[in-house]
């Protein structure tokens, strides 16, 4: 009987488009030797059809390495496109096979369990200009944001409900006193037992922020080695600076703006605090996926404040040229902003 790591590797190579016909012929065969082979090389197929979400399909970080090491010692005949999304695409199928991993995709959430005795955890991602409501498997609700993602188990822990978090989401937790709600992202970690507070943490952004509207939450750095967190009373927040380590508080009474964006952006408010032109174009990319490019020489001193009520796009950059000097244009999902310094508006 064949090796399985050999079947493995002619299967991704079949997938990957670059088997000999005899390997071809060899995992044809082996497909109909029974129905449970088949069925598993179909199920292959039709995941290889689906888009790459992340190389990183398994978390277990040794079993991967090991097998990563198993396989770049019996392709040394592969040409070297670690880099390619085709590459991705191998090795994501041989890490499938041979983690024997169970994926399965639906719209935007991804379902994994790498092994039976491990918990299911769904992952629901919206992308740009997409926004969302959840219900979680205790009752709580989260509003996500565009270009957000979050993890959760199909089933809560008997001691803690963990909710893995990359962007910005809203949530209204149901009030359990003997399962913490616990928010874990890059850096930061926040536990509350029952509230409504919101969580900005996009990746490569300087500051994670957390804005209470009711209850209390706890917030932890994940680099301190120490349990002790800082509490949070309603109508106020806190902004942690990821590489400075440090917490800076802030109120709705001292922070208006700050405090209305992280409350109002899942009623579709878009508020501008102060920003410059980089945050501005970030925004509006963020909010309605869309690329901007920026053609002449911007002014200085944007400082832009503004609060806009499910508008669209083009009454945006409408009200906002006026007052920042440039000239516009929408072409699909392409917005340019034309700068004339000779120009006074």
Same mark, same amino acid.
């Given at each position: ?8 590797? %002619? ?23 029974? &129905?449970?082979? &088949? ?10 059809? %689906? ?16 097998? #990563? ?17 085709? #590459?991705?695409?191998? =090795? +994501? ?20 369990? +790498? ?26 609700? @989260? #509003?996500?944001?565009?270009?957000? !993602? ?17 962007? &910005? +989401?809203? /949530? ?10 616990? @928010? ?7 536990? =509350? *037992? ?18 209470? *509207?009711?209850?209390?939450?706890? =917030? ?19 902004? /942690? ?19 209305? !964006?992280?409350?109002?952006? %899942? ?24 690329? @901007?490019?920026? !053609? ?5 001193? #944007? ?15 409408? +009200? ?6 440039? &000239? ?15 120009? %006074?508006?």
């Amino acid at each position: 009987m064949e090796n399985r790591k050999d079947i493995d590797l %002619k299967i991704a190579r079949c997938l990957q488009g670059e088997a000999s016909e005899d390997e071809k012929r060899e995992v044809d065969s082996w497909a109909k030797q029974s &129905e449970q082979n &088949e069925y598993e090389y179909e199920r292959l197929r039709a995941y290889w059809k %689906k888009p790459i979400r992340d190389p990183q399909l398994v978390n277990h970080e040794e079993q991967k390495a090991q097998i #990563w090491q198993s396989f770049l010692e019996q392709q040394e005949d592969i040409p070297q496109r670690k880099t390619s999304r085709g #590459w991705l695409r191998m =090795v +994501a199928a041989f890490l499938l096979l041979a983690c024997g991993s169970f994926l399965f995709y639906q719209s935007d959430y991804i379902f994994q369990k +790498a092994d039976p005795d491990s918990p299911l955890w769904i992952t629901k991602a919206n992308q740009k200009g997409q926004k969302s409501q959840i219900q979680l498997p205790d009752g709580s609700k @989260v #509003w996500l944001n565009a270009d957000s !993602k979050i993890s959760y188990q199909e089933v809560f822990s008997d001691t803690a409900r963990v909710i893995q978090l990359g962007g &910005e +989401a809203f /949530f209204d937790v149901v009030r359990d006193s003997l399962r913490p709600f616990i @928010v874990t992202t890059e850096g930061l970690n926040v536990r =509350v *037992l029952g509230t409504q507070f919101n969580v900005e943490a996009f990746e490569g952004e300087r500051d994670i922020t957390v804005s209470l *509207l009711e209850g209390a939450v706890e =917030v932890h750095s994940s680099e301190e080695d120490s349990n002790e967190g800082i509490s949070i009373q309603p109508e106020n927040g806190i902004s /942690f600076i990821k590489q400075e380590n440090i917490f800076q508080r802030f109120s709705k009474s001292s922070h208006k703006e700050k405090f209305n !964006k992280a409350i109002s952006w %899942k009623e579709g408010v878009l508020i501008f605090e102060g920003v410059d032109m980089s945050v501005f174009i970030q925004e509006i990319s963020r909010w309605y996926g869309v690329s @901007v490019v920026v !053609k002449g020489t911007p002014t200085d001193d #944007w400082d832009l404040k503004g609060q806009f009520n499910n508008e669209y796009l083009s009454n945006i950059l409408e +009200a906002v040229s006026y007052s920042k000097g440039f &000239e516009y244009e929408i072409e699909d999902k392409l917005v340019t902003l034309t700068f004339d310094n000779n120009q %006074k508006r």
